[in-house]
């Protein structure tokens, strides 16, 4: 990977995928690229489901009803479209942290973890010629969802990482200056 690649990536919108997704071989790269995410004490924090086909519905129907949930004067055409976000992409992968008590590693850090190895695989989708995005939002926080992915009450929903081919090339994104966020510490 060339620093020219990292530095000129940019997220390709679930919206700007193709209906192909990846290959059995290349899901084996992506996913396995999540390994390598840092790991204070080797906990493997990260937990993946592969949602394709149908369960991207039913996925759909989950977000529909962490709506009605959160906002029960929610339209009917508010509630399809969110029924209809999974179905933007081919291929979804959630991340989730499973947090575990550590002496040495706080939850903050197994989350963390669990927010690197989904980039390490958008990285690896991108590498491989694919589109891919980290989506968020409030239905990650929905317990409904939560319960749909057998999350305990310490884990964490770090995202979904939709992947595709994008239908076009992506135009580079402007940056924000980097002096803008970064300065020297020389001590308190």
């Not at 933007?88 to 959630?94: D, E, N, Y």
Request: charged share 25%.
């Amino acid at each position: 990977m060339s620093i020219e690649f990292v530095l000129g990536r940019s997220s390709v919108h679930a919206r700007e995928h193709t209906d192909e997704e990846p290959d059995a071989e290349d899901l084996q790269t992506i996913l396995s690229a999540a390994m390598t995410a840092p790991d204070h004490g080797g906990l493997k924090p990260w937990r993946m489901h592969v949602i394709r086909g149908d369960a991207r519905r039913k996925l759909g129907r989950l977000f529909a009803e962490a709506l009605q949930a959160r906002k029960p004067s929610a339209s009917a055409e508010d509630l399809r479209i969110c029924a209809d976000k999974p179905l933007r992409g081919s291929l979804i992968v959630a991340v989730s942290a499973k947090v575990v008590e550590h002496p040495k590693v706080p939850a903050q850090e197994q989350v963390i973890a669990a927010g690197c190895a989904a980039m390490a695989m958008v990285y690896a989708a991108e590498a491989l010629g694919y589109g891919a995005v980290i989506l968020s939002g409030p239905n990650m926080y929905a317990p409904g969802v939560r319960e749909a992915f057998g999350l305990a009450s310490a884990d964490r929903m770090v995202g979904f990482v939709y992947i595709g081919r994008p239908k076009r090339e992506q135009p580079r994104k402007r940056r924000a200056a980097v002096d803008d966020f970064v300065s020297e510490w020389k001590g308190a």
